[in-house]
């Protein structure tokens, strides 16, 4: 069993930046594949960004690449999104996700764990 906590959304205007974090239980993080996601108000939740157990890969959605980046501190048990040059259509709740050694965490049905989220609200 997994927990996820996330921390760090909040308030700003368009250009600002965030930086959230997703610290998680367990023993053996670095034998999961751990990525962010996002659901907008009255849409489906969709992937955003994924990095491997050692923090060799990563992947993004087209809409962040360039403004996002993903990282993973295995020490601390924590998954961070920085996020740069937001846009009010980055609104969303984030959620934190983990599957164990495997890049399917990019389809949102083969995630094995969620965090609760944490809200984001740009405004222009």
């Known amino acids: 069993q997994v927990q996820l906590v996330e921390s760090g959304g909040g308030l700003v205007q368009a250009g600002d930046s965030l930086r959230l974090s997703c610290a998680a239980s367990?023993?053996?993080?670095?034998?999961?594949?751990m990525g962010w996601y996002r659901q907008a108000p009255g849409k489906e939740r969709e992937f955003v960004a994924l990095?491997?157990?050692?923090?060799?890969?990563?992947d993004y959605v087209d809409f962040v690449k360039g403004r996002f980046a993903i990282s993973r501190d295995n020490s601390k048990n924590t998954v961070y999104l920085q996020m740069n040059s937001l846009k009010p259509e980055d609104t969303a709740v984030y959620y934190c996700?983990?599957?164990?050694?495997?890049?399917?965490?990019?389809?949102?049905?083969?995630?094995?764990?969620w965090g609760q989220g944490t809200q984001v609200t740009v405004s222009s």
């Open positions: 996700a983990a599957k164990l050694n495997s890049y399917a965490l990019r389809t949102r049905t083969s995630v094995d764990y």
């Open positions: 367990g023993r053996t993080f670095s034998n999961y594949v």
């Open positions: 990095i491997s157990g050692r923090g060799g890969i990563t």
